[in-house]
């Protein structure tokens, strides 16, 4: 009984795990040891996904096992999606262009979560 309900969130969680971006990848690509999610709007993106999974419903009945647990890796997918897209340009990709791009990316997605944390009913994210 415990391992058909635990299974599948352990298999939603490892997907989840595995499809982030690793903390050693950033200081390479920003040539920063320093460098942090937050830094190329990655960390904002994945808070994104969350409340959006909550305003739909993902976190209740059965898709709860990889709607929830996979709805951060989407978040810091479009966020990264939307970086790269921006900070490319003909000439190549400046990592100057990238950290900024990152930071206004980041800032687009905080701004998003207050909107529909302020537009939406509260009975509905805490459900």
Request: proline content about 6%.
């Amino acid at each position: 009984m415990t391992l058909s309900l635990r299974l599948p969130r352990v298999a939603a969680a490892v997907l989840a795990g595995a499809a982030s971006p690793s903390r050693c990848r950033l200081p390479a690509l920003t040539r920063n040891p320093l460098a942090e999610p937050s830094v190329l709007g990655v960390s904002s993106g994945a808070a994104f996904g969350v409340v959006l999974a909550q305003i739909l419903g993902l976190s209740s009945g059965i898709v709860a096992a990889l709607g929830a647990p996979c709805s951060p890796s989407r978040g810091r997918l479009l966020a990264a999606t939307i970086v790269y897209l921006v900070a490319t340009a003909p000439g190549g990709l400046a990592v100057q262009t990238l950290l900024l791009t990152g930071v206004i990316v980041g800032v687009f997605f905080s701004a998003a979560i207050t909107v529909i944390i302020s537009v939406v009913d509260f009975n509905r994210l805490t459900a």
